[in-house]
């Protein structure tokens, strides 16, 4: 499988892709706002994009389906629960659906509540798998949820999917916002070994060259995947004296998006 990522440059920091079989040639967009610019892309390659698939309804990953399908015949797919509303959808996609690019390429979806109600992220099936996970993980931080979203169903997400992928799963995410999540990390666990080296290579890239993490990264950069992390508790406790001494997971997880909202 060929991954291109495209950054979009507007000021919602969204990240596209395309996905190619390298046989065939045959290309998958990922939430193709900026539609043109995948388009532009695809050419370069010399790639057609038969397929657009959304991760979820919000505008800023649907808002480029028309001009894109207008532009290639190309097919939309997103999960079954969305497709009304964001209409004009040809393939509703459910767990464990498999999605095909030329004859090479497999991507399995996986059903990820939390950002949204009905959001898919897609995982290659590649010697080194890779997720793409739109508005659920990011690099360094988790969506939000309150356009839609539920943070006890963004936990279970995380904590029953994609915390038992492959620790080698690399991570391309729907917006670009390492530094700034990097920079909550380091708020919550001022004394997370690793994130202070990331967070300075993370300020010294430009969007379009940020880093991709893969999932053992993020256990040790991510807090939402740093739940018992003793430094994250005592932190939290400070702030909400009121939680138990031995917060479970879920409750840490809500706490903390709820933090991120308002941080
Ligand atoms: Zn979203
Ligand atoms: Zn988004």
């Not at 079954?80 to 509303?85: K, Q, S, V």
């Not at 393939?91 to 690019?101: C, N």
């Not at 009121?242 to 917060?247: S, V």
């Amino acid at each position: 499988m060929l991954i291109e990522r495209i950054w979009s440059g507007n000021s919602l920091r969204n990240f596209h892709y395309l996905l190619a079989c390298p046989q065939s040639g045959e290309a998958l967009a990922v939430d193709p706002l900026e539609w043109r610019l995948c388009l532009d892309a695809a050419r370069r390659r010399g790639w057609q994009i038969t397929q657009i698939l959304n991760t979820h309804e919000h505008h800023d990953h649907t808002g480029g389906n028309a001009g894109l399908k207008a532009a290639t015949q190309a097919r939309v797919l997103a999960h079954a629960g969305a497709a009304t509303r964001i209409g004009g959808v040809d393939v509703g996609l459910t767990a464990g659906d498999l999605v095909r690019v030329g004859r090479s390429v497999e991507l399995e979806c996986l059903d990820t509540p939390g950002h949204t109600m009905t959001h898919v992220c897609l995982l290659s099936h590649t010697e080194q798998p890779a997720l793409f996970c739109g508005d659920t993980l990011f690099n360094a931080g988790a969506g939000n949820c309150y356009n839609g979203g539920e943070p006890h169903a963004l936990y279970r997400t995380f904590a029953t999917q994609l915390a038992r992928l492959p620790d080698a799963t690399r991570v391309y995410p729907g917006h670009e916002y390492l530094a700034r999540n990097l920079e909550f990390t380091l708020d919550r666990e001022p004394g997370n070994p690793d994130a202070p080296a990331l967070l300075e290579a993370a300020r010294r890239h430009q969007p379009a060259e940020s880093l991709v993490t893969t999932l053992a990264q993020e256990k040790k950069i991510n807090s939402f995947f740093r739940l018992q992390n003793p430094e994250v508790l005592a932190r939290l406790r400070a702030l909400f004296p009121d939680l138990d001494e031995r917060p479970d997971a879920e409750t840490v997880f809500v706490k903390l998006r709820e933090l991120r909202n308002r941080w």
